[in-house]
């Protein structure tokens, strides 16, 4: 579901399984049988939800969390992953319970109600900056695993450049034209977001395997006794390193943000009762690799974790067998990125097309339409990946602006507007310390990040 202002006009009811879904002003879901509609849709499965959500929530951010344990030590950086897991069920719950009330089945439809016009459209926008920022960092990724990449004059090889040598068709202009085409065009093109169910689980299970590897060669090196203790607590000498601790609060949230999708996975679900459960077994399984990833990536890299983990996956790791296991990790995780693609991509264009086109028919029934902002979204993110510098800069703006409103002011600020008085005292007050964590520590964070840029300079990737 589109997050703009769509409401029914009736309350939404508990569905079954047989039961087809029947809202006539949703543009995921056709009506009616006919070339510009799908076969007859049931409703999704509760396996099939947990999937999709779990699929908007561990994208690329898994890679920059062991890079979180550097800045913050083991013991704290858990605990933050732990805690933010927590933050971001109170604000969906947040969400789903006043859009029942409200009768909203958007984000945007909800923001509209409390906030009226504007509300709608600052939603909107927030999705268009979080998700192009996030589709941006997969490119990035994929690009630099596959193809290769060169930071500070170091150049570190890709999986193409190890296998098949410095060729013209491992380069990182035609790798990323071949994996639109063939894997991103084709999967952005399907309107329901269900659609993806099969893609969604095979790429928590590609994450899975990424996190196996990971394991087995960490503790492999510990009874080798190669690796050192980790450290659990930050360092903090002055107030500059003090002020450096905040700067992973953009990177945590950026990893939980699954808001935009909540709405789209309820409405497709056989029985939207079950949503809760499956915001709680998504978080639950997310936050077990998270802590996971996390953990075993700073044992096994210590302080010269890179912030982007996979890069670390591209040096000798002195174990039998190192460079197959090495392409085994980066591969598995380039083609999760690849299937994460058009989850986040579904509510980027739906919401593209309801800020720009908000009274015209449902974005399914018009294909020239559908498939004119698809093509232009991609190629925006197309061109876009090759200027960014590195993806802790993109989680650092995406996460210390739109994702945070996403994530925890807005649901916060539906709270405390409390259009039809639902909400406790103690509502309130989550609402009120959501609030300010939030603007607090994104404050620190960009204050510190712009410092250190003022100071050092731009890193630069090639």
């Known amino acids: 579901m589109t997050i703009g202002g769509v409401k029914p006009n009736r309350e939404k009811k508990p569905r079954k399984s047989k039961q087809p879904l029947v809202d006539e002003k949703s543009p995921l879901l056709p009506t009616k049988h006919g070339e510009d509609s799908f076969d007859e849709f049931n409703g999704a499965s509760f396996s099939g939800a947990v999937f999709n959500l779990s699929t908007t929530i561990v994208g690329a951010g898994i890679m920059a969390l062991p890079a979180t344990m550097k800045v913050l030590g083991l013991i704290p950086g858990v605990a933050a992953i732990i805690f933010m897991a927590l933050l971001t069920n109170a604000s969906i719950e947040f969400l789903l319970r006043f859009s029942r009330t409200a009768k909203s089945v958007s984000y945007g439809g909800l923001m509209e109600d409390a906030f009226g016009n504007w509300g709608r459209i600052l939603i909107q926008l927030c999705v268009l900056v979080n998700n192009i920022g996030v589709l941006i960092v997969y490119m990035i990724i994929i690009g630099d695993v596959l193809s290769g990449t060169t930071s500070d004059g170091v150049h570190h090889a890709g999986v193409l450049e190890g296998w098949f040598g410095v060729q013209w068709w491992t380069g990182r202009f035609f790798v990323l034209v071949a994996t639109t085409l063939a894997v991103f065009a084709p999967l952005a093109s399907l309107k329901r977001i269900d659609s993806l169910r099969y893609t969604s689980a095979l790429s928590v299970a590609l994450a899975v395997v990424f996190l196996v590897i ?4 960490t503790l492999y090196k510990l009874l080798d006794g190669t690796i050192q203790a980790p450290r659990l607590f930050p360092e903090v000498a002055n107030l500059t390193s003090l002020l450096n601790l905040f700067t992973v609060v953009p990177v945590l949230v950026t990893a939980y ?8 996975i309820d409405n497709e679900l056989d029985d939207n009762t079950k949503i809760k459960a499956v915001v709680s077994s998504s978080l ?16 096994l890299f210590g302080d010269e974790t890179l912030d982007d983990v996979l890069a670390n996956f591209s040096t000798d790791l002195g174990i ?10 980066r591969v598995s995780y380039a083609a999760h990125l690849m299937l994460v693609f058009p989850i986040v991509f579904y509510p980027l264009r739906l919401n593209l097309d309801g800020l720009i086109f908000p009274v015209a028919s449902p974005l399914t029934t018009d294909n020239t339409r559908f498939a004119s902002l698809s093509i232009g979204l991609i190629a925006v993110i197309f061109v876009a990946a090759n200027y960014i510098p590195s993806i ?14 996403i994530g925890f ?8 507007r409390d259009r039809y008085g639902i909400s406790t005292k103690r509502d309130r007050i989550l609402a009120i ?7 607090f520590s994104n404050v620190i964070a960009i204050y510190s990040d712009a410092y250190a840029l003022l100071k050092n300079g731009p890193s630069t990737r090639e």
């Open 214 to 217: 990971t394991v087995g060669i």
């Open 409 to 416: 002011i807005l649901p916060a600020a539906i709270t405390l």
């Open 284 to 299: 639950a399984l997310c936050s077990s690799v998270y802590v996971m990833t996390s953990i075993f990536g700073f044992l």
């Open 257 to 264: 943000i699954c808001h935009y999708n909540v709405h789209s």
């Open 392 to 405: 802790w800069d993109a989680f650092q703006f995406t996460g210390a602006t739109a994702a945070v409103l």
């Open 433 to 439: 310390v959501m609030i300010a964590l939030a603007v």
């Open 320 to 329: 039998p067998f190192g460079s197959v296991l090495n392409d085994a990790v």
